[in-house]
């Protein structure tokens, strides 16, 4: 039973547009979301990060969405360039509590 | 700042042996977390540890065990190994215990279990 979903195993996009990561949530409880990236041989690394008391949250080319209605949120990358190339996690927890991590999303920038 | 790190990187053992994976925090960090990561999946939450003593714990079983030192560097230890524990092992380290919303990640030791 999976509480954080991302139903998209891989995206592609080319350079220069707008890269969209979909991520899902399940428990209403879920209050704190985070995303990480990935590349090949490293660990995860912090991205952005929102709280459920606001619906968008922005530093530089990356701003995530939370529509708590809907239990989704997405992160937007803009312009997407070449070295986004990587996997991306979606996390959420409730608050003080530890995080529930998404399978991640591929995302393939082309030049 | 020295990063996480962790040893070893890969690791291969037999069905019914023990592990023991390691993990360096990073410098002034004083909670470490562990989680396991499956081909395919996202970081599964093993346990935390925050002063040297175990603050939140996932849906693993007692045979993966951990420590954490007086220099906050954690172990971690699973015995009786079994095929499915064959993953990639992550940990990360960070300045407060449960709650703290930014974890710094190691590179990971990936465990092969045949």
């Known amino acids: 039973d999976q509480q954080v979903k991302q139903n998209s195993p891989s995206l592609s996009v080319q350079e220069g547009r707008i890269s969209i990561l979909n991520c899902d949530y399940t428990?209403?409880?879920?209050?704190?979301f985070l995303w990480y990236k990935k590349y090949p041989a490293e660990g995860p690394t912090f991205l952005i990060s929102?709280?459920?008391?606001?619906d968008k949250n922005e530093d530089g080319r990356f701003t995530v969405f939370l529509n708590k209605s809907a239990k989704h949120l997405s992160l937007h990358i803009v312009p997407s360039q070449p070295g986004d190339s990587a996997v991306y996690f979606c996390?959420?927890?409730?608050?003080?509590?530890?995080?529930?991590f998404g399978p991640g999303t591929r995302l393939s920038v082309l030049p | 700042e020295t990063g996480v790190t962790q040893s070893p990187t890969h690791l291969i053992k037999t069905r019914g042996q023990q592990v023991t994976l390691r993990c360096s925090s990073q410098?002034?960090?004083?909670?470490v977390s562990w989680y396991q990561q499956a081909l395919g999946q996202g970081p599964q939450f093993i346990f935390q540890?925050?002063?040297?003593?175990?603050?939140g714990r996932g849906n693993f079983p007692p045979r993966f065990s951990g420590l954490q030192f007086p220099n906050y560097s954690s172990e971690l230890n699973v015995n009786a190994l079994e095929l499915d524990d064959s993953a990639l092992y992550l940990c990360?380290?960070?300045?407060?215990?449960?709650?703290?919303?930014?974890?710094?990640f190691g590179p990971g030791t990936r465990l092969t279990v045949t």
């Open positions: 990360a380290s960070s300045l407060e215990g449960a709650g703290t919303y930014e974890q710094y």
């Open positions: 929102i709280s459920s008391i606001k």
């Open positions: 540890y925050y002063r040297e003593e175990e603050n």
């Open positions: 410098s002034g960090h004083n909670t």
């Open positions: 996390a959420a927890a409730p608050y003080g509590q530890n995080f529930v």
């Open positions: 428990n209403s409880m879920f209050d704190y």
